[in-house]
C-alpha cells in the first residue's frame, strides 16, 4: 500500500531497528517506546484494520502470536512476561492504519489495561 508508513518500512523505504523478520512478518522497535520494551509485530501483508481481518487471515494472526513468543526468547522477556495490545479503528486511537501488535514489557505493567 502506497502510502502506509509500516508498508515502507516493509520495503525498507524508512528505517527502523528490526528485531525479527521472516517471509510473513516483522518486528521492529516502537519510535517512541511506552515501557522499556515496545515492540511492534506487522504482517507484511496489509491489512489496515482489525475489522477488515477474513478467514483466509486466522493462519497469519496465530503466527503473529507464536512469532510473538519466539522474540519474548530471543530478547530475553518470555520468563517474565509481556503484555500485547492491538488498536482498532476511531475510539481505540489506532494512528497507524496497517495492523499491529504493541508487545510491552521489560517492567512490571500494573493492572490497568486502559488509561
Ligand atoms: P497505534 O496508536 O496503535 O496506531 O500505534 C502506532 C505506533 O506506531 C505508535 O506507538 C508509534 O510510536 C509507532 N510508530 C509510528 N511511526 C513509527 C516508525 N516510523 N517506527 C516505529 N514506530 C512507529
Ligand atoms: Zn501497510
Do not use: W
Request: aromatic share 6%.
Amino acid at each position: 500500500m502506497e502510502d502506509c508508513i509500516f508498508c515502507k518500512i516493509i520495503k525498507g523505504e524508512i528505517p527502523s531497528k528490526k528485531v525479527y523478520e521472516d517471509e510473513d512478518v516483522l518486528a521492529f522497535h516502537d519510535i517512541n517506546p511506552a515501557a522499556p520494551i515496545h515492540i511492534l509485530v506487522i504482517p507484511k501483508k496489509h491489512i489496515s484494520k482489525l475489522t477488515d481481518l477474513k478467514e483466509e487471515d486466522e493462519a497469519l494472526i496465530g503466527k503473529i502470536y507464536t512469532t510473538i513468543n519466539k522474540i519474548a526468547e530471543q530478547e530475553g522477556f518470555k520468563e517474565n512476561g509481556y503484555r500485547v495490545i492491538a488498536n482498532c479503528g476511531k475510539d481505540s486511537g489506532q494512528e497507524v492504519m496497517h495492523i499491529h501488535f504493541h508487545i510491552l514489557g521489560g517492567k512490571v505493567l500494573g493492572d490497568k489495561i486502559v488509561g
